[in-house]
């Protein structure tokens, strides 16, 4: 996995490069923080020209490895105005993986109209994709397929992302071919929009796996892997109940965002847990223990059908239950479940969505609990009313706009849903991480509501993570941390010898480039406030606010910078 | 004037203090800054309860200096969520001074509906403004004034501010009685309305001026800035063609922005120039000369009539024929004094409103040169439109809501109406200012298409004005610089023996506290982006681009921090 990609969209020529030698042990969001680093001006607005817009699959995209699929895509955000690496299931990080692949970069903005990156193993090419503008994702990805075929793999914006809407994603093509994987934060979907890229679409035929330097040592360590992760508890729990499963968890803790973020608890959360998943499940076809990408032996997504029987929508994660269930008092499966088939359509943030729609809860505009009144807003957005437009930018404009001053975000980007208060190891994730309010930056759930000892874990899970997104894992394959077995992996593919040390150093220097990215842009190393109604509003059940030691966040980073 | 008064408004309180000795010497910005910095979290969000909104007249106001009755109004911006001073002229800061008021701050936020401050010599009240709540600055004045007789002088906010919009003013009274004086950047109308405060209305019967402790020196000093005032030949410059005689002077320049800033000449400019004016005062009244301040010398301000030969607007400014006028291709002093007539009615920034109609330009929503819809766009804001939702809170928010990178702002805050590429020392100002791009912040015309020595200037500049702003002179006075004479002044006011390095010393202060807070809210310190249209569009008639050197830019504060 050795080449380079760059898309020059001004000059509608394609730049073909193998990757030089000291980019060889990264991958995902370690190559995408080094590429930005190397190559975007901080200073730039990230809907101009100037941005690059970057897909790089992990490190371990395209082997043995199991659930080392996921994909990450980069640019400076148009939500944060950072550095931003968003990822993803689905199947095109091992499509371009299998294409030897390491990076795709969309440089510049082309003039004409939409447009689309056909990626074949002999030819790249950008064509004319005027006939699928306008389009949400699922129709669009059904043309798109029809035209080249059920086999590619696609990585595509809907009509938010066309608007340029900070809360717009990138779908991801999953193993059905649905667009139902999303690299949904920070707004990548209106980056690619900007630069008038409908699609990308990956087609491997004629491709392969990658080759492991060392067969045999890395085989031994694919092993222990897939040993770890079949006896993990957590994988049969995510496998028979998906992220759904988390919703009774997080309501008895008092982390489940509830009524703009009100309250850590929803009376009514039974309507929104796996429980109930299961049962309208068995009713109507529909899928648990589905695998959202090849190579995955957890399979924590769903399929989850309407009430016709029909396929509606996959994954209903468990985030998108609480931003737009719980947080918007919405107590009902198929609700959420609508809105959530809606979002990825659109090509929508459900997370910035139901922190948005939460804010609006407090003006004429929406009440908590309307469901019709949900549906329509978010259909507002697809439409790109004037209405939708302003909640399209996300919870801060949001609130800007209709001069709210209890704003749910960090560097811009919505509160994820577990609550900082009733969490407070990653409340301190999401005031430092430079990717703004992200549980997946730095999901710690230790002593949840003791202030002590979280700095530490924050930080160490920031760089523990980090190096997931770099290798393409899963954080769902329970290997977190196991550095001795990641360098095994790494020196064994790559014939290199790195420590595990070293294999740190990567992470850590990454973490270092996002800050200075930031810093560079605008945005200060130690400014690290959390919304102020963390501090001040005790959260039901736990009654706890957000309490840790502001010094000690203050200086997170020393040890790595 | 040692009385610091502070309104309580959650308690609904009035607590009176004498101002410590050590804010002596302090007055207008210069107190702000200390004020906000002692008493602020920079971190809290511009429209929360902790803010706090501070009127305070300059040290000289209520004496016989010349031109020293302008207002300084202070607060967190939630424009550009930095430090922000905004003064004007008009009345208030004299009968502020008579009644030896230092200091005016509203804290915390009153539950019930809206409020207004009654300030009277031994008594200051809240009380009731339900019954003018919602009407615009001209109407609720003229009823408040009814209420409480024409004597009284106020500060109010219009249905823009009650609405918390960004680009809100705070009117102040005019020596007519007329809302037409603005402090007009940074959305204080906004923090105004935030604290549900309708107006501030003060009526100083009984007040008296303040007595210098040193009056034959003070006398002395104050006849020689009158000579200086008199003598200068920008005095009659400016009364007899007021603000509007510099739109030739920036036109031939080329830095009178036009076309969304696209151009710095307009070929229609005499439509909007002195000339014209004074052709129009002619045939129908109105005024050139008029004084916007009790004590104002120099006279700049103009009294401006509609067809009907009935009063329409004051003062019709340079800033907003060109924002309002050339920058929309407006031609017409007409169309463009019905807007600015509607700006100060709704409580509207003109150069924020200038901008933002300028980049809705670029979309479907605005065609440059459509009088009709210029004015229809206005209406929209004033009555809370979406659209007018959106454009009230400025051109960085209309920009994100429509995707548009080529935003003309600087830390949020809307380009005035010169052009930083045709006068490079005032773009220096732009970048660096704590306030935001503010051509008041440092005023520098000298070798405009040069980019050297633009940096010292320019802070030489800043450190000038904020004096300037502490003292409460009129820029218009021409005194800048007169550091002896500003000693001598001062001395004699107080009975103080400073030297001229210690009066700089407080502006220098008060500039580094300014800096400190806008770090501490997470605006770095040098970071000192301009727009990048700005470094690469070259910009007609001068075809220059804004290229002062960005390592002697960020250096700027060096030799004060």
């Known amino acids: 996995m050795d080449r380079i990609i760059r898309v020059d969209l001004a000059n509608q020529k394609i730049i073909e490069e193998m990757a030089p030698k000291e980019l060889n042990p990264l991958g995902g969001r370690a190559l995408i923080d080094r590429i930005l680093s ?67 970069i969309l440089e510049g903005r082309s003039k004409s109209g939409a447009q689309m990156i ?18 949400g994702n699922y129709e669009a990805s059904r043309r798109i397929r029809e035209q080249f075929g059920n086999h590619v793999a696609l990585a595509s914006i809907g009509p938010c992302g066309e608007m340029m809407m900070s809360a717009a994603t990138i779908a991801i093509s999953d193993t059905n071919g649905f667009p139902s994987r999303h690299c949904a934060r920070g707004g990548l979907g209106a980056v690619m929009g900007s630069k008038h890229i409908k699609a990308i679409v990956v087609d491997d035929k004629g491709g392969s796996s990658q080759r492991p330097l060392n067969r045999d040592s890395f085989r031994a360590a694919v092993k222990e892997a897939t040993e770890i992760i079949k006896n993990n508890p957590r994988t049969s729990f995510f496998r028979s109940k998906g992220t759904p499963g988390l919703i009774p968890i997080d309501n008895a803790r008092g982390s489940l965002p509830t009524r703009n973020y009100r309250l850590g608890s929803f009376d009514r959360f039974q309507g929104l847990g796996a429980e109930r998943m299961v049962e309208l499940i068995k ?80 003006t004429d505009y929406f009440d908590f609990g309307d469901k019709n009144k949900a549906l329509a807003l978010i259909d507002e957005i697809g439409s790109g009313t004037l209405l939708g437009r302003i909640m399209g930018q996300g919870v ?30 990653l409340g301190v994730t999401y005031a430092t991480s430079p990717q703004g309010a992200d549980h997946t930056a730095g ?42 077995l990641f360098t095994r992996l790494i020196n064994a593919l790559l014939g290199l010898n790195m420590r595990e040390a070293d294999v740190l150093n990567i992470s850590k220097k990454a973490l270092r480039e996002e800050i200075d990215f930031n810093v560079k842009a605008g945005i200060p190393v130690n400014n690290f406030s959390l919304p102020k109604f963390l501090e001040s509003e005790p959260l039901f059940p736990t009654n706890e606010v957000f309490d840790v030691p502001k010094d000690e966040i203050r200086r997170i980073f020393d040890s790595i910078l």
Request: hydrophobic residues 40%; glycine residues 10%; aromatic residues 6%.
């Open 118 to 135: 056909v990626v074949k193993k002999d030819s790249i090419s950008i064509v004319s994709a005027e006939d699928y503008a306008g389009f």
């Open 283 to 362: 009713e109507r076809g529909g899928k648990m223990g589905h695998a959202c990408m090849p190579g995955c032996i957890v399979r924590c997504s769903t399929i989850f059908h309407d009430k016709e029987k029909a396929y509606l929508t996959s994954a209903l994660e468990y985030e998108t239950l609480a931003m737009l269930g719980s947080n918007l008092e919405i107590d009902d499966m198929d609700t959420v479940a609508s809105m959530d088939r809606k979002c990825d359509d659109y090509g929508l943030d459900t997370i910035e969505i139901g922190a948005t729609l939460g804010v609006l809860g407090e």
């Open 396 to 425: 801060y404009v949001t609130c800007r706009v209709f001069g709210i001053d209890r704003v749910p975000a960090v560097k811009g980007q919505a509160l994820p849903a577990h609550s900082a208060r009733s969490m407070k190891g």
């Open 38 to 104: 190397m190559e975007v001006d901080p200073s730039i607005h990230p809907l101009s020209r100037e941005n690059k817009l970057i897909f790089a699959p992990g490190l371990f995209a395209g082997t043995s490895v199991p659930n080392s699929g996921r994909l990450s895509v980069g640019a400076k955000s148009p939500l944060t105005s950072g550095i931003k690496e968003a990822n993803s299931g689905g199947t095109l990080a091992t499509r371009l993986a299998r294409l030897g692949i390491k990076a795709l």
């Open 443 to 484: 999901f710690v759930a230790e002593d949840p509501l003791s202030p002590e000892g979280q700095v530490e874990r924050s930080l160490q899970a920031q760089i523990n993570m980090l190096l997931m997104d770099s290798l393409g894992l899963c954080y769902f394959c329970f290997l977190m941390g196991n550095i001795g």
